[in-house]
C-alpha cells in the first residue's frame, strides 16, 4: 500500500498532486530537490502548513518569505540548505504589514511565467504518473 499515491487521502489542496507523510515516500521529486523546511513570509503565517495551488500560477495562497535580501531559506529532505534568491516581484517585493493575509497576486511575474512561483511548485511536489 503506497499512500502517496491514492489521491483519496490527499488533502484537498492536492488532489492528483503527490504529498510525503514519510522519509520513503519521497521519490519525485528527489530529496535533493524537495524542500521539508522553508522560511514563510510573516504576514501568510495563519497554520502550521503551506498550502500551493499546482493548476494556477495566477495566486499564491501562501508566500515563502523575502527577508533575506529578497530571499528565501529552504531545507531539503537530504540534508542540504539552499538560499532561493526570488526573480518575480511577488514575492520578491512583499512588504511586511504586520497583518495576517491570504491569495497574494502573482500578477507581476517576470515575463507573464511566474518563475518563483514554479520553483517553489517543482521543489514541493510533483503529480501523479499514471
Known sequence: ??????SSISSIH??????YDI???IIDPSPSDLWIFADEHPDSINNGGFVLYPYNANTWRNLPANYHNGACGYAFADGH??????IDPMPKN???QKRMRLDYSNAGSVGGK?????WVINHSTAPFKK
Open 114 to 118: 511566474a518563475r518563483d512561483y514554479w
Open 23 to 25: 522519509l520513503s515516500h
Open 14 to 19: 492536492g488532489n492528483g498532486w503527490r504529498k
Open 94 to 96: 512583499e512588504p511586511v
Open 81 to 86: 540548505a539552499e538560499i532561493k534568491k526570488w
Open 1 to 6: 500500500y503506497d499512500p502517496t499515491m491514492s
